[in-house]
């Protein structure tokens, strides 16, 4: 490839490259439509619920666009591999393009055309990685099998859909966020306490990272087991019993991380930031299930918005500097990006009890944070994500 045409194709020059930007700017614009639509009243797709239209979009669009641009960039350094580049990456965007915009004219797009659109992403990026994987005989293949659940509980949904059977398509959606908990919690566990040891390390802190060899070996069963359960039975008593569990599981090994000494480290620090919010959202769950409190019941925010949500901007911004040859350094944007982020997830889950009486207000005023946060990724990472690296290397 020449260097012209290599300039003109960086948007495509690494896999992180258009699903971080394409998460960030459908972050920003997908809940900004949402609040105007739910401030309005209209239904995006009349054979769903709004809020099923919303949580999809947030899980199959907005996180599976981050998921692909990860392990895209992850499998070739796991592996020793090839980066992926060019036409490949073109054609996923495709993909991806084509399922949100079938989700987005809404239901003048016939059902099976909607299906069509939406189910050749998550495939495409399998087909895409797992021959390295295999080849290499990578630990990290079990996440294939993670991917194949997704993508059937995006099936599953739009089976509901077709049919009309909503609660078939509220488990779906359940479960693609107990899936998306279980990637957060494999993934998240060696990147935060790795990223935080280094950073640490690098500053002269003596602060070691403790690793608990009981709870490394109950967590991935406890959060697989919730999410059977909630899928299952989510107001179940079993089900509040496994998510506190699960929660007390990850606020033991949270500890050992020295989230505290990382205060001064805003890239580092939103890492914690954003698994802290795993604990926080599973007591949430098993209070609200087990207790009926009524400040408990916007659990499901401090899981999606706050844990996958935050993790995403998190890694985000730190792997599109470590990718592109620039020093991990947080630009004050990104920090108050992060702020915003942070402060958007307290008031969604924290704001509808503290506040009674204002629910529609605190919706919109969540809302605006969450999407001026991706903003401010966007003015400082859109040019980075579309830019050759600084060190001249290819990707």
Request: hydrophobic share 60%.
């Amino acid at each position: 490839m020449s260097r012209a045409a290599g300039k003109r194709l960086v948007p495509f020059a690494y896999g992180f490259r258009p699903f971080f930007l394409l998460a960030g700017l459908f972050a920003a614009v997908s809940i900004a439509a949402w609040l105007w639509a739910y401030g309005a009243g209209a239904i995006p797709d009349a054979r769903m619920p709004p809020q099923f239209w919303h949580s999809h979009e947030m899980l199959f669009g907005f996180i599976a666009a981050a998921m692909a641009g990860f392990l895209l960039t992850a499998v070739p350094s796991w592996t020793g591999g090839r980066g992926f580049s060019g036409p490949p990456l073109v054609l996923l965007t495709a993909l991806w393009l084509a399922g949100r915009i079938a989700f987005g004219v809404g239901d003048s797009v016939p059902v099976a055309l909607l299906c069509l659109a939406e189910l050749a992403f998550i495939p495409a990026v399998m087909l895409l990685i797992a021959p390295s994987l295999f080849r290499s005989g990578n630990r990290n293949r079990p996440l294939l099998a993670v991917l194949l659940a997704f993508w059937a509980m995006d099936a599953v949904f739009l089976y509901g859909v077709a049919t009309g059977d909503t609660a078939i398509a509220a488990a779906a959606l359940r479960g693609a966020l107990g899936l998306v908990l279980v990637l957060v919690t494999v993934i998240g566990g060696r990147v935060v306490p790795a990223f935080t040891r280094n950073a640490l390390n690098q500053a002269g802190q003596d602060a070691p990272i403790r690793s608990y060899a009981v709870v490394e070996r109950l967590i991935v069963p406890v959060m697989l087991g919730f999410a059977l359960a909630n899928v299952v039975a989510p107001s179940g008593t079993v089900t509040g019993l496994v998510a506190a569990l699960a929660a007390a599981v990850q606020g033991w090994r949270f500890s050992g991380w020295q989230g505290l000494r990382t205060a001064s480290l805003p890239i580092v620090a939103i890492l914690h930031v954003a698994y802290l919010w795993l604990p926080i959202g599973l007591a949430l769950k098993a209070a609200f299930v087990l207790g009926g409190f009524a400040w408990a019941a916007y659990w499901q925010h401090a899981l999606g918005a706050g844990a996958a949500g935050s993790m995403i901007l998190a890694v985000m911004t730190r792997a599109a500097l470590g990718h592109s040859g620039r020093p991990l350094q947080a630009h004050p944007l990104t920090v108050a990006a992060y702020l915003l982020l942070t402060i958007a997830v307290v008031v969604r889950v924290f704001g509808p009890p503290m506040i009674p009486g204002h629910y529609i207000a605190v919706v919109m005023t969540a809302g605006t944070l969450w999407s001026f946060a991706f903003v401010l990724y966007l003015v400082i990472y859109a040019p980075i994500l579309v830019s050759p690296r600084v060190d001249g290397k290819p990707g």
